[in-house]
């Protein structure tokens, strides 16, 4: 079964940090480009960060850079989002994926509630 898994997420005050982990089972990310999503309550979900497949390249959407950081480990087939200085806007469903995102490979999610 080719599956996604997230995990790391948790609840933190504003100015904490968390790292998120995306695992695949059944098939190697090293050559996707894989991208995390996020989607806070009544919202639509949108896409913060994504990294290529080819070279690592790296893009941010502009309200996380400077703060979070995408990586990925070819060895473990997992790639991470660092997190950073957490603001309360940054309360989400955090998700990941192929990009562009494959409709079969949403996973459940990890959540993250920053509040003090």
């Known amino acids: 079964q080719l ?4 995990s790391g997420g948790g609840t ?3 100015g904490g940090s968390l790292r998120l982990s995306c695992q695949a ?3 190697t990310l090293n050559m996707y480009a894989v991208a995390w999503f996020r989607q806070a309550p ?3 979900r949108e896409g913060v960060s994504c990294i290529t497949g080819t070279d690592d390249t790296t893009t941010y959407q502009d309200i996380v850079k400077g703060r ?8 473990t087939n997992t790639v991470y989002l660092q997190m950073n200085n957490l603001k ?3 309360t989400a469903v ?6 562009p995102p494959s409709p079969n490979r949403w996973g459940q999610g ?3 509630t920053v509040s003090s």
């Open 12 to 14: 933190v005050q504003p």
């Open 25 to 27: 089972s059944g098939f």
């Open 42 to 44: 009544g919202k639509e």
């Open 88 to 90: 309360p806007e940054d």
């Open 94 to 99: 955090y998700y990941c994926n192929e990009d």
């Open 3 to 6: 599956s996604l898994v997230e």
């Open 110 to 112: 990890t959540q993250v």
């Open 68 to 75: 979070f950081s995408i990586s990925r480990d070819r060895a």
